[in-house]
């Protein structure tokens, strides 16, 4: 009896949790900005639903590095964002998410000798909408920061004349 109990409680968690997949119709969330919006506010272009999802991965992703956090922002492109041939190689809308951390952070690379990084790193992800996956990943050691027209999520707007 204990274990049907779980099954019933798994199965209403999901029903009311999950939501529909790219196979089928969901309702659309038109693109819209405030009235009152200027492009100070860092408003930018996402829909709703772009927002949510956007603010539950960079939170999630935020959780995994260690440094002084400065601020997340996403954004929108359509087609092959980075590298042709990854995952994200499809002429359809991705998400793309910037997670600004001053030098601090604890994720490093590579570079050439007697190039500094700058004060700021960061990491962006590009997400498939459809499957809510993360299928690109970069990383940025100097010149860091977002570009107008994207969308701050939460924390501080990440400035490249700072980074």
Known sequence: MRLRSFVVVGVLMCLMGCGPRGDES????ALSRSSTAHPGDHQGWLTTQERSLATAIAKRQQRKVIGTFIG???FVTQG??????SDCDLNKRFLNIRLVWKADANFAHSHLPGIPDGPR????????????????????????G?????????????SKADG
């Open 80 to 85: 092959t964002p980075f590298d042709p041939g």
């Open 72 to 74: 997340a922002t996403a």
């Open 146 to 158: 977002a570009a107008a027209g994207e969308t701050l999520l939460y924390g501080q707007w990440p």
């Open 26 to 29: 969901a309702p659309t969330t």
């Open 121 to 144: 790193k960061d990491l962006l992800m590009t997400v498939d909408q459809r499957t809510h996956h993360i299928c690109e990943t970069g990383a940025g050691y100097r010149n860091v």
